[in-house]
T-cell receptor, first 113, second 110 residues
């Protein structure tokens, strides 16, 4: 069974502060993704990566950075958190990318105040 | 605009009834995936149907794919209360990106 773990599971951050969401997978998958979920918008792709030390922009990358220091780890960084970034964030991994199963973590709920 | 989109925001059925969720998409695809997300959990894949397939089954679930009309459907037979969830279709837009629709909220009533 694929395993993707996210931390923290829940966080309250202040506006203008820095937030780092971490994701760790034990699937030996090359592809990793960060999605954001808001009511009414479904899941929107923020950043993704298909190899360590390289990241790519998704559909809504503004205000977010990503880091992939190893195959197992993929972080999402909010340098200056804003109220509009309050959402639930999901990390996922897949073996080959598009056309293959994505395995999701349990999500990280971020509230920016 | 959405590259993949479910056709209903919410559906309600009673236990034992069948229900179909529809999805339309706008690009050529390698595969279309259906995911289910239960409250407080991450999405989990139900079915992956490749572009050269027309139908795929998984227990009480049946997915169809019509590449000519760029549409797909997910049917659930003999629904149970535990089928209550949000159902997403997802497509690929290139070799790397997987894009999700906004989801259909399915409520299965006792």
């Amino acid at each position: 069974e694929a395993a993707v773990t996210q931390s923290p599971r829940s966080k309250v951050a202040v506006t203008g502060g820095k937030v780092t969401l971490s994701c760790h997978q034990t699937n030996n998958h090359d592809y990793m993704y960060w999605y954001r979920q808001d009511t009414g918008h479904g899941l929107r792709l923020i950043h993704y990566s298909y190899v360590a030390d390289s990241t790519e922009k998704g559909d809504i990358p503004d205000g977010y950075k990503a880091s992939r220091p190893s195959q197992e780890n993929f972080s999402l960084i909010l340098e200056l958190a804003s109220l509009s970034q309050t959402a639930v964030y999901f990390c996922a991994s897949s073996e080959w990318g598009a056309g293959n199963t994505l395995y999701f973590g349990e999500g990280s709920r971020l509230i920016v105040v | 605009s959405q590259l993949a989109e479910e056709n209903s925001w919410a559906l309600s059925v009673h236990e034992g009834e069948s229900v179909t969720v529809n999805c339309s998409y706008k690009t050529s695809i390698t595969a279309l995936q259906w995911y289910r997300q239960k409250s407080g959990k991450g999405p989990a894949q139900l079915i992956l149907i490749r572009s050269n397939e027309r139908e795929k089954r998984n227990g009480r679930l049946r997915a169809t794919l019509d590449t000519s009309s760029q549409s797909s459907s997910l049917s659930i037979t003999a629904t149970r209360c535990e089928d209550t969830a949000v159902y997403f279709c997802a497509t690929d837009t290139n070799a790397y990106k997987v894009i999700f629709g906004k989801g259909t909220h399915l409520h299965v009533l006792p």
